[in-house]
């Protein structure tokens, strides 16, 4: 259903962390510009956390607005509250998404059992294409390849967002899904990898400010032209690495800033990136091509 260049987009704000409509604007239609296959909005390098229910769906609506129809918008819908998860689910089904993409229920832990449940529960309450996301850095909860095969069976789960990094865990849910079950990575470094094991794309932080190379080097890695795609995505391993020298989306709001197509905003608990860090993400730019 998806594949290629997915980007996890930033939620732009100003600096006194109100929305900016008109910077979200402009990055959809550079990220549409360059070739990424479809925009995920407001998961965690959306600031998920930090936004409000009411701001959370409009912000949605909005990148579906904005898209006007030239690629799908992955709405991310997850919360550790069954309920909860269900209502932001229903509110991006009307606010015209595509599909979403739901983060395993963070701090409370639940069992394998608890998550089957609780991906079921939302499925079965929403009848829209629903992505399972597992981040166990993030969440404290690792859904395992087998709740993952479980959960492959429920009729409109259709993929998975796994960002753990971990090939060898890609492989064995590769071995568990049935064949139309699609499999994206989460995790910039490993992605290359990941595609050319079977993976059908990357739901990606670098691809906000590296979209048309990212796309370039997907593209290349789904046709297996590894060699292409190897030489690419080597460019990118310093913003794959670097876009994380602190919490994800400090580093790549920042880089986003100097590109001059967002304000400095950022809500927090999370605060702007540390000067001790622009020399280094500056250097990564610069070996990835990015202006």
């Given at each position: 259903m998806f594949q290629g260049?997915?980007?996890?987009?930033?939620?732009?704000?100003h600096a006194d962390g109100s929305l900016d409509w008109?910077?979200?604007?402009?990055?959809?239609?550079f990220q549409i510009d360059n070739g990424t296959t479809a925009i995920v909005s407001v998961g965690t390098t959306g600031e998920s956390p930090t936004l409000d229910m009411d701001e959370h769906c409009e912000v949605i609506r909005r990148t579906v607005e904005y898209c006007r129809g030239r690629v799908p918008v992955i709405a991310g819908t997850g919360?550790?509250?069954?309920?909860?998860?269900?209502?932001l689910t229903r509110c991006a089904q009307q606010g015209g998404a595509a599909a979403c993409l739901l983060v395993t229920p963070y701090y409370n832990k639940p069992t394998q059992e608890g998550l089957f449940l609780h991906h079921r529960a939302i499925a079965e309450a929403v009848n829209i294409p629903q992505i399972l996301y597992n981040v166990p850095g993030r969440t404290a909860c690792d859904m395992q390849p087998a709740t993952v095969a479980r959960l492959a069976q429920v009729k409109n789960i259709i993929g998975i967002k796994e960002a753990t990094g971990n090939l060898d865990r890609a492989r064995e849910i590769l071995k568990l899904i049935p064949k139309e079950f699609e499999l994206y990575s989460g995790d910039d470094a490993t992605a290359l990898e990941f595609m050319l094991m079977g993976g059908h794309g990357v739901i990606s932080v670098t691809t906000n400010v590296a979209p048309r190379a990212m796309q370039d080097m997907c593209a290349a890695a789904l046709k297996g032209d590894e060699k292409t795609a190897r030489a690419i995505n080597e460019r990118l391993m310093g913003l794959h690495k670097d876009l994380f020298v602190e919490a994800?989306?400090?580093?790549?709001?920042?880089v986003l800033q100097e590109m001059k197509l967002i304000e400095s905003?950022?809500?927090?608990?999370?605060?702007p990136l540390s000067?001790?860090?622009?020399?280094t993400l500056r250097a990564a730019m610069r070996r990835a091509g990015v202006a």
């Open positions: 260049s997915m980007v996890a987009l930033v939620t732009p704000m008109d910077a979200l604007r402009r990055i959809v239609d919360a550790n509250s069954t309920s909860e998860a269900i209502e994800n989306p400090i580093p790549v709001k920042w905003g950022i809500r927090l608990p999370l605060t000067a001790a860090h622009h020399g």
